[in-house]
């Protein structure tokens, strides 16, 4: 159980495209999705977070603009690169958690690799 | 702000050998979470420590956690190829959505 979908595992594209990368929580209902971004051998950084309904909350220095995130149902979050510059090549990841409480599980997806002409 | 700090940063073993990883954080934390990434891969969970004192182990890895320290340790013992990764520790905050991870630490397990 627990399992989360994250699609397309891998873009490329050029420059000024705007990609859209989803994250589906299949056997469980996700009020609280999270997207990280992975630069090569760096440490996941979190971007923001998605609740079910509202808007998302972006941490500082993460473009709200740049990367649109929509969390329209309990099981799917999108996040929408918009106009994307090599500088954006990475590998993002999202997250998936389980319930209601904080004190609940993240599930992984098994993340996007994005890389940008 | 909650920090994560990981070390060591690289770590070159021979099979057999046992080794512990550290983690460090900076403020109260509710759990300590451990992964391993292999190369292009999204993480596996490992472990999730919940209180203080707890020890888990799973194989040859074993993750314990003092929360007085606020440090968890993940140990190997006689390793082997196989664990040959990056393993990452993470942290969150009571009550708050986000989870810290530390820089990672880059196994590479030599025959």
């Known amino acids: 159980g627990a399992v989360v979908s994250q699609h397309p595992s891998r873009v490329i594209c050029k420059s000024g495209t705007s990609v859209k990368i989803e994250c589906r929580s299949l056997?469980?209902?996700?009020?609280?999705m999270f997207w990280y971004r992975q630069f090569p051998k760096q440490s996941l950084m979190l971007m923001a977070t998605?609740?079910?309904?509202?808007?998302?909350?972006?941490e500082q220095g993460v473009e709200k603009d740049k990367f649109l995130i929509n969390h329209a149902s309990l099981t799917l979050s999108t996040l929408t690169v918009t106009s994307a510059h090599p500088e954006d090549s990475s590998f993002y990841i999202c997250?998936?958690?389980?319930?209601?409480?904080?004190?609940?599980?993240?599930?992984f997806g098994d993340g996007t690799r994005l890389s940008i002409l | 702000e909650l920090k994560v700090e990981q070390n060591p940063l690289f770590l070159s073993m021979q099979e057999g050998k046992n080794y512990t990883i550290y983690c460090n954080y900076s403020?109260?934390?509710?759990?300590l979470y451990w992964y391993r990434q292999d190369p292009g891969k999204s993480l596996e969970s490992l472990f999730v420590?919940?209180?203080?004192?707890a020890v888990k182990q799973e194989g040859r890895l074993m993750a314990s956690l003092d929360t007085k320290a606020r440090l968890s340790t993940l140990h190997i013992t006689a390793a082997v190829h196989d664990l040959s990764a990056t393993y990452f520790c993470?942290?969150?905050?009571?009550?708050?959505?986000?989870?810290?991870f530390g820089a990672g630490t880059r196994l590479t397990v030599k025959p």
């Open positions: 997250s998936a958690r389980q319930g209601q409480g904080a004190n609940q599980p993240q599930h």
């Open positions: 056997d469980f209902q996700a009020t609280t």
């Open positions: 998605s609740n079910e309904g509202s808007k998302a909350t972006y």
């Open positions: 403020t109260t934390s509710d759990r």
């Open positions: 420590l919940l209180s203080n004192g």
């Open positions: 993470a942290a969150t905050k009571y009550n708050n959505n986000d989870m810290r």
